[in-house]
């Protein structure tokens, strides 16, 4: 199907638009998602964000270029993602490591119920 046939399915508000979309630009959108996310789910829950945006945002806006408009969304929401999960102040993946480490250095619960056990005895 042309472009301008998917665009008019959108402008009439079908939702045989976004099988349109998917069976034209999937492949497209999902290799941009891939590229910057490298997780199989993650890339196609991003393409599927794709569509939903794209359906949200047409009407009003008409793009000229349909893949460019598809692949710039994808683009953006693949980084929002990428940047979520990579975002220092959630550590980024090196907060299970400290606690792990801090956990060896640390007593456990038992060791000091014990510990203040044998302190009243003394």
């Not at 270029?65 to 940047?83: E, H, Q």
Request: proline letters at 4%; charged letters at 25%.
């Amino acid at each position: 199907m042309e472009d301008e046939q998917i665009l008019n399915l959108y402008f009439s508000r079908s939702e045989q638009a976004i099988g349109e979309t998917a069976s034209k630009y999937g492949p497209y959108c999902h290799s941009i998602a891939m590229h910057v996310l490298e997780n199989e789910e993650d890339a196609e829950e991003c393409v599927s964000d794709t569509y939903m945006s794209a359906w949200n945002r047409m009407p009003p806006v008409r793009p000229q270029i349909l893949s460019v408009f598809l692949g710039k969304i994808t683009r953006n929401i693949s980084v929002s993602r990428w940047r979520k999960q990579s975002a220092v102040k959630r550590g980024g993946g090196t907060v299970a490591v400290a606690l792990e480490e801090l956990e060896a250095c640390t007593p456990s619960s038992w060791d000091v119920t014990q510990e203040m056990e044998r302190k009243e005895l003394e």
